[in-house]
């Protein structure tokens, strides 16, 4: 079986700029999470979508969003970016409660 | 919310050598994971383990959930094994929601 798929792989963009980032979940996989990972905070959860809802949300602010599909792929989306958005993006699927990870996209923001 | 602390912070070890991660949550859980991170950032699933003891290989896992703690052990340690280990739980009512420890950061040498 697949395993979660993410892209693109690497990013680099500028301030002010806005990107998109996709994930598609393990075949038959319903949840998606998002997290961000930087040195300084560690791994913090972003949101889970579940049959196209938000089911949970992080303490992020409004810039970051996303969205689920019906084919439970998601994306989310960062707007007006900067410096500090610069991180690894990981989403996880899962179908109960184990999680299991993509191999994440790395933005950099100049 | 659940706070999730890793110990030790940092660990070298020689190869051959056993070791235990340790990590303490504050408050009752229905999901833990430990994940190994490798250095492209992919997050690699260890174990499920809520409570209970698991086994897979050199590595095992005990959760002990009344007393809020886990142990990750690590057997016959091998170069392969270095990178940052990583502890998550996840609360009753938080969906899908990991929360993330500081990890452990492993270093295995010949």
């Known amino acids: 079986k697949a395993g979660v798929t993410q892209t693109p792989r690497y990013l680099i963009k500028t301030r002010g700029q806005q990107v998109t980032l996709s994930c598609s979940p393990i075949?038959?996989?319903?949840?998606v999470s998002w997290y961000q990972q930087t040195p300084g905070q560690g791994l913090q959860f972003l949101f889970e979508?579940?049959?196209?809802?938000?089911?949970n949300k992080g303490n992020f602010p409004g810039r970051f969003s996303g969205r689920q599909f019906s084919n439970s792929r998601s994306e989310m989306n960062v707007s007006t970016l900067e410096l500090g958005d610069s991180a690894l993006y990981l989403c996880?699927?899962?179908?109960?409660?184990?999680?299991?990870f993509g191999p994440g996209t790395r933005l950099t923001v100049l | 919310g659940i706070q999730v602390e890793q110990s030790p912070p940092d660990l070298i070890l020689q190869e051959g050598a056993n070791s235990t991660l340790r990590c303490n949550f504050s408050?009752?859980?229905?999901?833990l994971q430990w994940f190994h991170q490798n250095p492209w950032g992919q997050l690699i699933n260890l174990f499920y383990?809520?409570?209970g003891t698991k086994q897979n290989g050199r590595l095992s896992a005990t959760t002990v959930a009344t007393e809020r703690y886990s142990l990750l052990y690590i057997s016959s340690s091998q170069t392969t094994d270095s990178g940052v280990y990583f502890c998550?739980?996840?609360?009753?009512?938080?969906?899908?929601?990991?929360?993330f420890g500081a990890g452990t950061r492993l270093a295995v040498h010949p």
């Open positions: 996880a699927s899962s179908r109960g409660n184990e999680q299991f």
């Open positions: 075949s038959g996989h319903r949840s």
């Open positions: 979508y579940f049959s196209e809802t938000q089911r």
């Open positions: 408050d009752s859980v229905n999901n």
């Open positions: 383990i809520p409570s």
């Open positions: 998550a739980v996840g609360g009753a009512g938080g969906y899908n929601k990991l929360i």
